[in-house]
Each structure stands twice: as structure tokens, then as C-alpha cells.
């Protein structure tokens, strides 16, 4: 039976979202007032209406963002002719179809999610994992949520001088190799070049804490910034340092993107990462779901997995998409779920 989260927070033990999101007596705490008083929103997402503000169908096989999907066995033999075949999707999943599945609102909430078809899967195929499991990749079609706003929305641009902040909620997601992020693309100029003044900014969660309850306690932020290089240290287990727990209740996970271009990457107002260099160029936003076949595909250059063939796939220092195999949970996917009560961008005030 599927389990809605967004019918039980009300009388969960766990923070309401009532009283952690004004929709209560709408009287602030005195952190949340100290905040306004220094901040100004300057754009907002509540999700009470529809996603008309959002694009929800421009993840085209042109996209910028498209890759993954190569023909591959983990023994690193793959079909040539399909290595870095230009489809609409992202890792293991498409996100050119059934929007109104993955992506949608709920008594006021984004709720994001995977839809999975039993059919033939012409982008994969069907491999075992050395540790013996089938991973029938080639028997489903598996979809996934995208949304971004438009770049011509320049109230909505992340940007020196503002804090973006993402309000959500991780405890439905319960599926291993599904990673939920919250991110910005730069609105001109080249992402992964080696001039840090345009890069990708991210905000990643993933993993159940019933495969690690290390890992499910980790927030990965950072600057993702190609040749000029991501953000060092930018793991972070926010229950063991920080004594927050994001699987339980509402958080506000945010980007504070600070007057000289530097950021600090927030969780309820508490600094866990920061980057000092400059970035200068404003981002769009995006909202997705990346999903994970559970072996890191080879690159051209290098037509080995990252495996070991004792232990099964390699797991990366990096809750990322190669950590687990989402076939292998595929029986969670009508329990697996993240929700998102609000985006907002608030204005900094001037030092």
C-alpha cells in the first residue's frame, strides 16, 4: 500500500510542516524573524497552483544535460555504435514523458517521483552484478522528474547577493540509486571550463538509511566546476556533525550565495560547506532526479567499469549515481517519493 507522506505530517511526531513553514498562526520564530528582517524575498515557488511557471517537456535529445544510456555489460564490453548515444534522458532513466507521474502537486506540495514501465528498453540491457543479482535494465523503461525554470525568468536566477533555499522533505525516499537534486546552470558562458566565474551549483541527497545510515545522513553541496575544479570536503553527514537528521520532517536546504561571489551551502540555516572562489554568473534553477544503474559506465577513453568483481560494484566516496543499483528496489517505486513544500529567493543585505 502506498504510504502519502503528505496525509500523515500533520500528526507526525516530527516537525509539522504547519508550524516549520508559516502555515500555522503564521507567527514567526525569532530565528525566522531575525531572517526576515535582514532578507527581502524577491521570487517564490509556494506550489499552490500549477507548474505553468516551470519547463517540464525541454529534456530533448538535444539537451545539454542529456547522457548515460550506453549499451554496456560489466565486464566493459559494449556496442560501439551506441557509446554515447544521444537520447532524452539522464543515467538510467528518460525524462521525456508521463510529466504528469513524476512530477506534480499535491495538497500544496511538489511531489517528485520515478514511473516505471514493464516494456523493452532499447537504450539498456539486462546484466548480473558480480555479486549475482539480475539487473534486468532491458525489461523496464524507467522515467524521471526534470523541471526547470525558465532563463528568461531573471526573478528566479540564483546570483550574488541572494539565498535560494529548497524546503523538503527526505522520508519517503526510500529507494537506493535515486538521487534527488536541487541545482543551477549558469545562464550564459560554459559550465565546466576552467574559469570558475560560471559553474554548476549543487545540492544533492540520496541513498535510504537502511543501505547506510551514514551515507543517508549526507548532504553532497558544492560547486561542480570542471576544469576549474568542485568544491573540496563537500560530503557532509549532517546528523554526525551538525545533529540535524533530514530524514525526519521538513528542512530547508539552501544556497547562500554571498555579495563577493563566494557561497555557503546551508541546511536549516546552518553553514556545512562553503566555497571561497568567485562565481559570478547567475544560474537557473532546476529540480530533478538522476537515477543509478549501479555501475559507473565506462568513458571512451577508459572501457572499464569502476567494479570489483569480489564485492560487486564499486561504491565511490560519493553518495552519487553509482552508489546502488535502482532496479534492485524497483518494488519501492509506488512508496518512493520526495516532496517540496517551497523555493524561494530572498535578497542579502549589503555587508
Request: aromatic share 8%; proline share 6%; charged share 25%.
Amino acid at each position: 500500500m502506498r504510504r502519502w507522506l503528505g496525509n500523515k505530517i500533520r500528526g507526525s511526531d516530527n516537525q509539522s510542516r504547519e508550524s516549520t513553514c508559516g502555515h500555522g498562526s503564521g507567527v514567526p520564530s525569532e530565528a525566522e524573524a531575525e531572517t526576515q528582517v535582514k532578507n527581502s524575498l524577491i521570487w517564490q515557488e509556494g506550489f499552490s497552483g500549477d507548474l505553468s511557471a516551470w519547463n517540464q517537456n525541454d529534456f530533448v535529445e538535444s539537451s545539454d544535460h542529456r547522457t548515460g544510456y550506453k549499451h554496456l555489460q560489466l565486464d566493459g564490453s559494449h556496442d560501439p555504435t551506441m557509446t554515447w548515444q544521444v537520447v532524452p534522458g539522464r543515467w538510467a532513466a528518460l525524462m521525456d514523458k508521463h510529466r504528469d507521474k513524476v512530477q506534480f502537486i499535491r495538497d500544496g506540495m511538489l511531489v517528485m517521483r520515478l514511473h516505471v514501465e514493464a516494456q523493452k528498453n532499447i537504450y539498456r540491457k539486462n546484466f548480473t552484478s558480480p555479486d549475482g543479482k539480475p539487473q534486468p535494465y532491458g525489461d523496464y523503461i524507467i522515467y524521471a522528474p526534470w523541471l526547470s525554470m525558465p532563463r528568461d525568468n531573471k526573478a528566479g536566477w540564483m546570483k550574488p547577493g541572494t539565498i535560494t533555499t529548497f524546503r523538503c522533505n527526505l522520508e519517503n525516499m526510500v529507494m537506493g540509486g535515486v538521487r534527488f537534486s536541487a541545482w543551477g546552470m549558469p545562464v550564459t558562458g560554459s559550465a565546466y571550463d576552467d574559469d570558475v566565474k560560471d559553474v554548476e551549483i549543487d545540492i544533492e541527497l540520496e541513498n535510504p538509511q537502511r543501505y547506510d545510515k551514514g551515507w543517508g545522513q549526507s548532504v553532497l553541496m558544492k560547486i561542480l566546476g570542471g576544469d576549474a575544479g568542485d568544491t573540496p570536503n563537500a560530503l557532509v553527514n549532517v546528523l554526525k556533525k551538525h545533529n540535524i537528521d533530514i530524514r525526519k520532517g521538513w528542512h530547508d536546504f539552501s544556497i547562500k550565495w554571498n555579495h563577493d561571489g563566494s557561497l555557503d551551502f546551508q541546511v536549516d540555516k546552518t553553514t556545512v560547506v562553503s566555497d571561497p572562489r568567485k562565481v559570478t554568473v547567475p544560474c537557473y534553477l532546476i529540480l530533478s532526479a538522476e537515477v543509478s544503474s549501479g555501475c559507473k559506465d565506462p568513458a571512451i577513453d577508459n572501457p572499464q567499469p569502476h567494479e570489483n568483481i569480489t564485492d560487486g560494484p564499486y561504491q565511490p566516496h560519493n553518495p552519487g549515481l553509482t552508489a546502488r543499483s535502482a532496479i534492485s528496489d524497483i518494488d519501492l517505486v509506488d512508496q518512493h517519493e520526495v516532496l517540496i513544500d517551497s523555493v524561494r529567493i530572498e535578497s542579502l543585505p549589503q555587508s
